[in-house]
C-alpha cells in the first residue's frame, strides 16, 4: 500500500521538476503543477515547472517537516499532509506523468498521464528508480 505517512523531509531540490528526498530513502517527483496550502487555506506554493519564476524557494516551508498524511486520489491527484498543516497537493497531467514516487527497495508508484488510478509496482516489480 503506498503511503508517505512518517516520512521527514531532507531535502528538496529543482530542475526541471521538483524532488523531494525523505527520510527513510525515498523520493518524491513532481512533474507538473503542484500547490502547497496552509491549515487556513492560504495559498503559499503555486508551482508550474513549466512557467518560469513560479517561486520555488517557497518550496522549504516544507523542509525538515514529517508526513502526517497521504493521499491517492482515483484521478490521480496527490495530496501529502505535513505537520505544521501544510498541504500538497499535485492532480494529473494530460500530457505527462505529474509525479512519481521511488522508494530504495525497488517500489515507485507514477501518475497516470491524463489521470485514472497510479500505476504501483512492488519491491523489485518494476524498473529500477533513480540513485537506487
Known amino acids: ?22 527520510i527513510p530513502d525515498a523520493e518524491l517527483y513532481l512533474n507538473g503543477p503542484v500547490t ?3 491549515a487556513d ?4 506554493v503555486d508551482h508550474d515547472p513549466a512557467a518560469f519564476g513560479t517561486g520555488p524557494s517557497a518550496f522549504v516551508r516544507v523542509f525538515n ?3 502526517v498524511r497521504s493521499e491517492l486520489a482515483g484521478d490521480g491527484t496527490l495530496t501529502v499532509e505535513f505537520e505544521d ?7 494529473p497531467h494530460d500530457d505527462y ?11 515507485s508508484v507514477y501518475a497516470r498521464v491524463g ?6 509496482f512492488g519491491p523489485r516489480d518494476g524498473p529500477p528508480g533513480p540513485d537506487v
Open 41 to 44: 487555506g492560504q495559498l503559499m
Open 1 to 22: 500500500m503506498f503511503s508517505l505517512e512518517g516520512l521527514l523531509v531532507r531535502e528538496v531540490a529543482f530542475d526541471f521538476r521538483v524532488m523531494i528526498r525523505f
Open 115 to 120: 489521470g485514472g488510478e497510479p500505476t504501483i
Open 85 to 91: 498543516d501544510y498541504t500538497l497537493v499535485t492532480p
Open 97 to 107: 506523468e505529474a509525479w512519481e514516487y521511488w522508494h530504495t527497495d525497488g517500489s
Open 65 to 67: 517537516r514529517r508526513v
Open 36 to 38: 502547497i496550502r496552509s
